[in-house]
């Protein structure tokens, strides 16, 4: 080969090698930047998971906390309760549930009452004994000592008999949960502890909540210890707890941990990853949790390496190689076309200049037509950008236009809000003042006998501002966040409702229509008929009440109606009632903080509905409210 021939084949080779390298290297920068995007958007797909599921867990924890305040209530507001009553009301919680192991009542035993308080626990359960574990881990009689607190009542008794007659005392871990509890007045959670009643190693944990003497939390630690009265607590088995949680991970390809952040001493509940690639805080009381979530290897493979870049590697790569080769044609033809004309004879020379004008002419009508295309194609895209973003700024001028609106009401609402609020706290703190300043004069001159009745309004006063608080709280959470949707048979629930919060058997509940058996709800419509059923109770002048429940179907919604045989309400006070703080009769009559009627009505309106009132003096009320028939297609609305 002549080294001019070696020239010519040299030039268009290089130029094929330097576009091949130059299409790859571009090629492999865009994959990468691809992989790392669609990693990252992964990453965020499974972080959102992962947060869906530690709410859940949150909902199940709040609404475990819930029953054991239930039970608390249910204890508070009766003085005695016998075994039947106890086995009955918590045995209603239980349904449905299958990581609550049981309810206890845990009295306080004191060591002169011993005997006597075996003696009657025995009349029922022969064998009763108060008992602890020996130093060497054997069950025996507790030994003597100032006071015990023996489990006494348990629901479901079948499957827990060897914790009858514990004393939770006598194990250091529950005792100190025991004291947290007593001082503080506040629900407590033990770490990770094994039952008396569980064979073999098993995963569980206790609440307990405090029982004093007159129902109320006791104002210094020192009266807190002199008037407990026991505790409840509930049994939790943290497996069953996590399953459905479980199951949701599983289902993701998630490994779940779960860690006591409170304790060093055993805190993994669940799993062995100590560092997990996301984690969430779960608040139980007085402890907090933290739930962990790692991929699983296939999972892990599946969002660090995904297909669509080793598919893209392998296109780029083809594509880059026929780039080159084309590179390459092209440029061993122009060559070759450059080495004819220089061959040509000049009897050619006109034929060739001519076909050479032909051929740039030709040329230059394709790039014309090329470059023309491409204006055509780049402005075609341009209209479309256009038109979405017209659509997308004409989406956003809504958007704003309803975000405005929602702003002005509740700016609106706010300043109503502040205003009653700053008045109505202030009242029970004055109370407070004055009769402090009361039992300051009596003491200064040895007039005693009035300071116990000043100390009973001053806890009156109490806790009606704590109620207060209360009723404030759930009125600032309506609207605030989405609630968890579920489908009840209305009238079964309003049975239940009016179940725990009825004070006798005189009260009476009927049903004068037919109810909807799957209505969409959310935890609001039980708040709803709670405070719709506990006005009628607490307002009632008879012994003999009786409430009847109605509901009629419009095409939308349901009407629901109260109807109570109660002392009735002038009319010139209908629109009053529905407003905070507000009420009819005297606070120290009736013991309210007026912000019942007022939750109801933003609740109902929150959903688009009305409330109002129907009534005549000595002849009952009846109170109608409005709830979505689709609550599912509203919320996603």
């Not at 992962?50 to 867990?57: N, Q």
């Not at 949701?248 to 690639?277: F, H, R, V, W």
């Not at 256009?386 to 997308?392: I, P």
Request: hydrophobic residues 40%; charged residues 25%.
């Amino acid at each position: 080969m002549s080294k001019f021939n070696w020239l010519i084949f040299a030039k268009p080779a290089s130029f094929g090698v330097f576009v091949f390298i130059v299409s790859i290297s571009a090629c492999l920068f865009f994959s990468a930047n691809i992989k790392q995007a669609i990693v990252e958007t992964n990453r965020n797909t499974l972080l959102a998971k992962s947060e869906r599921i530690s709410v859940d867990l949150q909902e199940i924890i709040n609404r475990s906390v819930f029953d054991l305040y239930t039970l608390q209530s249910f204890f508070n507001t009766h003085q005695e309760v016998s075994r039947s009553e106890f086995n009955q009301f918590t045995q209603f919680m239980l349904q449905g549930v299958d990581y609550i192991r049981a309810f206890e009542w845990i009295p306080k035993v004191a060591t002169s009452y011993r005997e006597a308080f075996v003696k009657k626990q025995q009349s029922e359960f022969q064998h009763f004994s108060i008992t602890s574990f020996s130093p060497e881990g054997l069950r025996q009689k507790s030994p003597a000592k100032d006071v015990y607190f023996p489990v006494t009542y348990m629901q479901p008794y079948i499957g827990n008999e060897n914790a009858l007659g514990f004393d939770l005392s006598s194990n250091m871990a529950r005792k100190v949960t025991l004291e947290h509890a007593r001082d503080k007045g506040e629900i407590t959670t033990t770490d990770q502890i094994s039952l008396v009643q569980a064979k073999g190693s098993s995963k569980d944990f206790l609440m307990v909540a405090p029982i004093y003497l007159k129902g109320d939390i006791p104002s210094s630690q020192l009266l807190r210890r002199e008037e407990l009265r026991g505790f409840v607590l509930g049994v939790f088995q943290i497996n069953s707890l996590l399953s459905s949680i479980l199951k949701q991970a599983k289902a993701e390809g998630l490994i779940l941990s779960l860690k006591d952040l409170n304790t060093d001493k055993n805190p993994m509940l669940l799993g062995q990853i100590a560092e997990p690639e996301f984690s969430f805080n779960i608040q139980v009381p007085q402890r907090t949790w933290q739930l962990g979530f790692t991929m699983n290897p296939t999972l892990s493979h599946q969002v660090l390496s995904p297909t669509i870049y080793s598919w893209a590697l392998l296109i780029s790569f083809i594509i880059s190689a026929l780039l080159g080769l084309s590179a390459y044609a092209l440029s061993r033809i122009s060559f070759d076309s450059l080495q004819l004309k220089i061959l040509n004879t000049e009897i050619q020379d006109y034929n060739q200049n001519l076909e050479a004008k032909v051929h740039e002419r030709t040329r230059s009508l394709a790039v014309n037509n090329a470059e023309l295309n491409k204006n055509v194609n780049q402005l075609t895209q341009n209209r479309e950008a256009l038109s979405e973003l017209m659509s997308a700024l004409k989406q956003q001028k809504e958007e704003a236009e309803n975000k405005s609106k929602e702003l002005t009401k509740s700016n609106k609402e706010l300043d109503e809000f502040t205003y009653v609020v700053s008045h109505d706290l202030k009242a029970p703190l004055r109370g407070i003042d004055q009769l402090a300043s009361w039992i300051e004069e009596d003491i200064d001159a040895d007039k005693m006998e009035d300071v116990p009745k000043h100390l009973t309004a001053i806890r009156q006063r109490i806790y009606r501002l704590e109620k207060l608080l209360i009723d404030l709280l759930e009125y600032s959470k309506v609207g605030r966040h989405e609630e968890k949707l579920t489908q009840v048979n209305s009238q079964e629930l309003i049975q239940n409702v009016f179940m725990l919060n009825a004070p006798s058997s005189a009260c009476k509940l009927s049903f004068g229509s037919a109810f909807p058996k799957e209505l969409d709800v959310t935890a609001q419509f039980e708040l709803i008929i709670r405070n719709l059923i506990g006005n009628a109770i607490k307002h009632s002048n008879r012994e003999n009440l009786h409430v009847e429940f109605n509901c009629t179907e419009q095409a939308d919604a349901f009407t629901f109606s109260i109807k109570d045989n109660g002392p009735g309400i002038e009319a010139k006070h209908f629109d009053q009632i529905f407003k905070m703080f507000k009420t009819l009769e005297p606070r120290d009559k009736v013991e309210g903080s007026g912000m019942g009627l007022a939750l109801i009505k933003k609740v109902v309106n929150t959903y688009g509905g009305s409330v109002y009132v129907k009534s005549e003096l000595g002849q009952g009320s009846t109170f109608f409210f409005d709830w979505p028939k689709r609550l599912t297609d509203m919320e996603k609305n």
